[in-house]
Nanobody
Framework: EVQLVESGGGLVQAGGSLRLSCAASGFTFDRHAVSWFRQAPGKEREGISCISGSDGSTYYTDSVKGRFAISTDTGKNTVYLQMNNLRPEDTAVYYC????????????????????WGQGTQVTVSS
C-alpha cells in the first residue's frame, strides 16, 4: 500500500524554524517528484516546492524562496522541508504529494495531478 505521512508541524513564533518530514512507503522516490503544498483557512491550496527524485533538481515559489529548503534522504525514503524565518502568513496545513516523474522539476510540476497525497500537518506561526 502506498502511503505518504507528514510530520513535524507545530506552533512556532515568527522568525522561528520547523522541519517537516514526508515519509513514503510502498514506492521509492527515484522515479517520482515530491511536492509540498499548503492550504490556509479560506484560501486555495498553494504549491510551494518540489524535488525530482531522478535528478535532485528543486523548485520553489517566490513566497518561500530563500527561506525554505527541500531535500531527500533516500535511505529513509523521506523528503524534508526545512522552513526558516517563518512568518504568520506561512500558517497553513502542509501536505506532501508525489507523482511519477523523470527529469528536472519546473514551475509547471506543481500544477500536475499528483498520484499520492499525505494527510497534512498543521503549521501555525504566531506574531
Amino acid at each position: 500500500e502506498v502511503q505518504l505521512v507528514e510530520s513535524g508541524g507545530g506552533l512556532v513564533q515568527a522568525g522561528g524554524s520547523l522541519r517537516l518530514s514526508c515519509a513514503a512507503s510502498g514506492f521509492t522516490f527515484d522515479r517520482h517528484a515530491v511536492s509540498w503544498f499548503r492550504q490556509a483557512p479560506g484560501k486555495e491550496r498553494e504549491g510551494i516546492s518540489c524535488i525530482s527524485g531522478s535528478d535532485g533538481s528543486t523548485y520553489y515559489t517566490d513566497s518561500v524562496k530563500g527561506r525554505f529548503a527541500i531535500s531527500t534522504d533516500t535511505g529513509k525514503n523521506t523528503v524534508y522541508l526545512q522552513m526558516n524565518n517563518l512568518r504568520p502568513e506561512d500558517t497553513a496545513v502542509y501536505y506532501c504529494a508525489a507523482i511519477r516523474y523523470l527529469g528536472a522539476v519546473v514551475a509547471g510540476t506543481l500544477r500536475l495531478s499528483n498520484d499520492y497525497w499525505g494527510q497534512g500537518t498543521q503549521v501555525t506561526v504566531s506574531s
